[in-house]
């Protein structure tokens, strides 16, 4: 069996996923190629079909990673599915999406995955989520630590579950494989209802999250924040970042302000608002938390 991993991770948490998951695969001598489309270029000039169509290559089973925002699988995630071509050839009919996120709320990411799956003409046969660390962390703004340096050797129980599935998967005979989506529609009503009615990402982003500022008194032009943005939103001028017109919108990854040695990017937010507000969710209190069990799991 050879299987595909196509992945988006603006911080980290997917890839290690999917370098966990690609790792165990190899050991039980399965082929398996790993895309992470993080920092393409393909996000500027909006071709994410054909820089898939010329990279990826022949497999029988495809993993979609992903990590969760705001309930959600990320919406760059949806086009990545969206751009899939139908199964033939080199593209398999058999897909596994699977999701990290920040130990708070996994969401609707998960069913959504499988939905576009669905429709892109292949079989969802397993699926996988990982209780991550939270992107948040990482910032010095912030003292409340979620699930800090995952996923890491907890979550090799849970990837190995996932790799005896797919191993297993080479013995059915095609007629045979089952469709698990309606499995992956777990969580509660309500939590149902708030990601689809309230956390809608691409609004949040463009008039809620707050904005990226820029103190150039402080900024040597290292060029760090523009490497490290996973849409490839931040270039470097003359006199430091800039974000030109008709760039993608911010994530809100933090891994630029993160990456920033010298604290010459910020966002112009109260950051003890959101201290308290991710302390709550960190204690399974508030809007944002679901209180799923078990965080991780295979399906």
């Known amino acids: 069996m050879k299987v595909a991993i196509i992945l988006f991770s603006p911080t980290g948490n997917t890839l290690k996923a999917g370098e966990m998951l690609q790792k165990r695969l190899m050991d039980i001598n399965v082929e398996v190629q790993v895309i992470d489309i993080s920092r393409s270029k393909s996000f500027g000039e909006k071709n994410i079909g054909q820089y898939l169509e010329e990279n990826i290559k022949e497999h029988d089973l495809l993993c979609i ?69 939270h992107c948040l962390t990482k910032l010095k703004q912030i003292t409340t630590k979620i699930n800090e340096g995952m996923p890491g050797v907890e979550a090799v129980p849970v990837i190995e579950e996932l790799v005896g599935k797919i191993a297993g998967f080479k013995n059915i005979n095609e007629n045979d494989y089952v469709d698990i989506s309606n499995k992956l529609d777990y969580q509660y009503r309500k939590v149902r209802i708030k990601a689809c009615l309230v956390f809608r990402e691409k609004f949040w982003q463009r008039y809620i999250y707050p904005k990226l500022v820029f103190d150039y008194d402080k900024c040597t032009n290292c060029g760090k924040c523009s490497r490290i943005c996973p849409v490839q939103r931040i270039k470097i001028n003359g006199k430091g970042p800039e974000i030109p017109k008709g760039s993608p919108e911010c994530i809100h990854c933090c891994s630029c302000v993160t990456a920033c040695p010298f604290s010459a990017i910020d966002f112009n937010v109260d950051w003890a608002k959101w201290e308290k507000l991710l302390s709550k969710a960190a204690r399974g209190e508030g809007p944002m938390a679901s209180n799923e069990s078990p965080k991780s799991e295979v399906y």
């Open 65 to 133: 990673g992903s990590p969760v925002y705001a309930h959600h699988l990320h919406y760059n995630v949806k086009e990545i599915i969206k751009s899939l071509p139908q199964p033939k050839k080199k593209w398999g009919g058999l897909a596994v999406p699977f999701i990290t996120f920040g130990g708070i709320n996994s969401g609707v990411a998960l069913k959504e995955a499988a939905d576009l799956l669905k429709k892109s003409g292949r079989t969802v046969v397993s699926a996988m989520k990982l209780n991550s660390e």
